[in-house]
């Protein structure tokens, strides 16, 4: 049977086996899905030893994109874009084919809730690897504007000049930001320790669009304190873990799987709904 799994560390707890499990018996797609979870200084071994013994694809997750990035033969464009590699796939010539899904995964879950990007003004919250995947995605959808801003300014200075080519991309600190924006994007990683992104509550009113790239069993930090001052539309990012999913079952298999039940599913696993 075709083998995949996602290396990460910690991965214990990854929904990708779920969610994968649920895309082959839909499509009816023959193939395993499992975890491995390297040593830190082990990725590059352990990557090489599964696509030796048979395996035909994966997906990379935190700490290793980055890594996966330098480790293939080959870059999709939207890979060598987000200096990442989420999904590689052996290809029948035997080259491994490094390509970034979650970019991908965020607009098509933005778009699935209905969230206009084009001609719009977007913010984006942080300048790390989450926020280099999604700019290109995003600039390709034609908003109006798009800001960076991060805690760190020189690094959103450097992802806006990185990727002025492709559209109207700014970089301002929290403190210069002046809206109305009609979406907010939290690319941070600040929801993991329950911390806030430094946003005047003034930049959120109630016909804002707020994401925020993380997700749990219950409202994210940002997304709970943007709904308390007043944001009706928010979104956390277990939509784009399925919507990334999916492009990555699409590249290995050819074929897409629905993500509508399969993310009812999952909220029933986490116990969301
Ligand atoms: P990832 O690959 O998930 O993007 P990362 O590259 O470590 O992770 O980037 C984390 C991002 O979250 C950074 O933009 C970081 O800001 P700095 O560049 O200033 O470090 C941002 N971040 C993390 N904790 C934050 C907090 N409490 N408030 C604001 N930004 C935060």
């Avoid at 929904?15 to 491995?36: C, D, M, V």
């Avoid at 879950?109 to 969230?115: N, R, T």
């Avoid at 003004?121 to 995605?137: D, E, K, N």
């Avoid at 020189?154 to 109207?168: M, T």
Wanted: hydrophobic share 45%; proline share 4%.
């Amino acid at each position: 049977m075709d083998r995949y799994l996602v290396f990460g560390h910690p991965v214990r707890h990854s929904k990708s086996p779920f969610i994968h499990t649920l895309f082959a018996r839909q499509t009816q797609q023959e193939l395993e899905y499992g975890l491995a979870e390297p040593a830190i200084d082990e990725f590059a071994h352990a990557l090489r030893t599964f696509f030796d013994q048979g395996g035909k694809g994966c997906n990379v997750t935190v700490p290793f994109k980055e890594q996966a990035f330098t480790l293939v033969d080959r870059l999709s464009p939207r890979a060598k874009r987000a200096g990442a590699v989420n999904t590689i796939k052996l290809t029948d010539d035997g080259v491994l084919l490094g390509d970034n899904t979650d970019g991908a995964g965020l607009v098509a879950d933005l778009k699935s809730h209905g969230v206009t990007l084009a001609d719009s003004r977007i913010l984006l919250l942080g300048a790390g690897g989450a926020a280099r995947g999604a700019l290109a995605p995003l600039l390709a959808e034609l908003p109006s504007e798009l800001v960076i801003a991060n805690r760190t300014h020189a690094k959103a200075q450097q992802l806006a000049a990185e990727f002025c080519d492709l559209g109207h991309v700014t970089a301002q600190t929290y403190e210069q930001l002046a809206g109305p924006f009609d979406l907010v994007i939290n690319s941070t990683s600040a929801s993991l320790q329950g911390e806030l992104p430094p946003l005047a509550p003034a930049l959120i009113h109630t016909d804002i669009a707020i994401y925020d790239m993380m997700y749990g069993a219950s409202d994210t930090a940002f997304v709970g304190w943007a709904k308390r001052q007043g944001a009706r539309q928010t979104m956390d990012g277990l939509g784009m873990l399925v919507e990334q999913a999916a492009e990555a079952f699409t590249v290995w298999r050819g074929i897409r799987p629905g993500t509508k039940q399969v993310l009812r599913e999952l909220k029933r696993n986490l116990g969301v709904i």
